[in-house]
């Protein structure tokens, strides 16, 4: 699979607009956003290739976790997969919004789970922050 990675590399250098020699370009990226599970390739191998083609690593690497469905990885193959339209269709945007920011932090695993969006929609948002407002 390291081939994958190589021909990425061609790839990430043309959407930024790379030209050898040339300024105007976004190489290198000042945060590079991953997830947990590629961590090896991004923080090994990426850099390897990189230096070896005399290129400038990215500053910095942002690893962040997965989301869980019920306590289950969201995935395509799973069909666990949620639709954000459909989340603001039911809970509002800011709903879906405090969601989100409440449970997916970057060193954490978020876990959706529509018993607490219930939850922290009616506790947090509406009796802690509505009573405070009031």
Not at 2 to 27: E, F, I, K, M, R
Not at 46 to 70: G, N, Q, R, Y
Not at 87 to 97: F, P, Q
Request: hydrophobic residues 45%; glycine residues 6%; proline residues 6%.
């Amino acid at each position: 699979t390291v081939y994958v990675w190589l021909d990425a590399l061609v790839n990430y250098l043309t959407v930024s607009g790379y030209q050898p020699g040339s300024p105007g370009h976004n190489w290198p990226p000042t945060v590079q956003v991953i997830g947990k599970d590629i961590i090896k390739f991004h923080a090994i191998y990426w850099p390897a290739f990189l230096l070896a083609l005399d290129l400038e690593l990215p500053k910095k690497l942002l690893v962040h976790s997965h989301w869980m469905v019920e306590n289950v990885k969201m995935s395509k193959s799973l069909g666990n997969v949620l639709c954000p339209q459909e989340l603001m269709d039911s809970y509002s945007v800011d709903g879906t919004r405090y969601m989100l920011l409440r449970e997916g932090v970057p060193h954490l695993d978020g876990n959706f789970c529509k018993i607490k969006m219930v939850h922290y929609l009616n506790l947090e948002l509406a009796d802690t922050l509505g009573n405070l407002l009031n």
